[in-house]
């Protein structure tokens, strides 16, 4: 029996560092409806003669408003997991259910913020937050609203009118985010969205990605490579392997919430990233073939190496 979610009550008992339960705490996210479930989902590259399984036989459920990263090696499938569910890569069997309907296309009941800055240059910020409600035929003066709603709830009120390549990195991907959660998707999607970020300005938004995911209703997808990212942002880590992309373990994140970048230091940090390291790197001689039969790098120089 599923019980009563209100996404606008935090349960303080689950969340208070010195009363955390972990079996509470996950038992009540079992309880919630699954928003998204992929079945046996594959997707076969094919170029000429070579084939590639990129995704094999994903099975995975993700429950309302439950935090959820992708990790693994590189060519393991997380940003095509990512595009697949947002409609923007096509699959080759299996299927991918939001709300137990298949996906088909996009949609803007899914969110996306991708690593790149992908704002319209031309437009401001408040022109880009508005451009989803506009295209959904809101009337202008409504989808105004909502777009300065939104750039107030990320802070950048005194840089609606600023055009993207005067904002900082960080302001950039906060204004990607109100122009994705303006929408009101039910699932945002997240491609390394803070990859290209410095760590100061990094763990800012990590902060305040979190802050507004405790606050809103709204599910996360989160496609990351950085393990300490993964263990501070997720309820759980999904950890693919590659060449076939499978999933090889999916961790519940026991640690309490709110997470600092203090619980960093704890052993049970530690612990938790070690095992994540394992899981990650353990398959690193099956590597990329990609790399395979690289040519010898010929002597361009006559600069020593030696002295």
Known sequence: M??????NVVDEHILDEQRYDQHAYFEQIYARPVILESKKLTQVFQHDNVQRTILNQ?????????????????GCGKSTLSRVVAGL?????????????????TS??????????TLFPWKTVKENVMFGPLMKGMSRTRAEEM?????HIIGLDKYENQYPHQLSGGMKQRVAIARALV?????????????????????????????LWQNINITILFVTHDMDEAILLADRIVALKANPGEIKEIIEVNLPRPRTPELMQSDAFKQLKAHVNQLVHADDDAHDPAMDNLPEIPRMTHVSNTK
């Not at 599923?2 to 996404?7: G, N, R």
């Not at 777009?147 to 750039?151: D, G, H, N, V, Y």
């Not at 009101?184 to 802050?211: N, S, V």
């Open 2 to 7: 599923t019980e009563h979610f209100d996404a």
């Open 58 to 74: 994903i099975d995975l459920k993700i429950h309302q408003r439950e935090f959820i990263c992708i990790i693994g090696p590189s």
């Open 89 to 105: 890569d096509h699959f080759d069997s299996g299927e991918v259910l939001m709300d137990g309907s298949p996906i088909h296309g």
């Open 108 to 117: 803007p009941e899914r969110g996306m913020v991708f690593q790149g800055y």
């Open 147 to 151: 777009a300065r709603e939104w750039i």
């Open 183 to 211: 929408n009101e998707p039910k699932i945002l999607l997240m491609d390394e969205p803070f990859g290209a970020l410095d760590p100061h300005t990094r763990q800012k938004m990590q902060k305040h990605l979190l802050d």
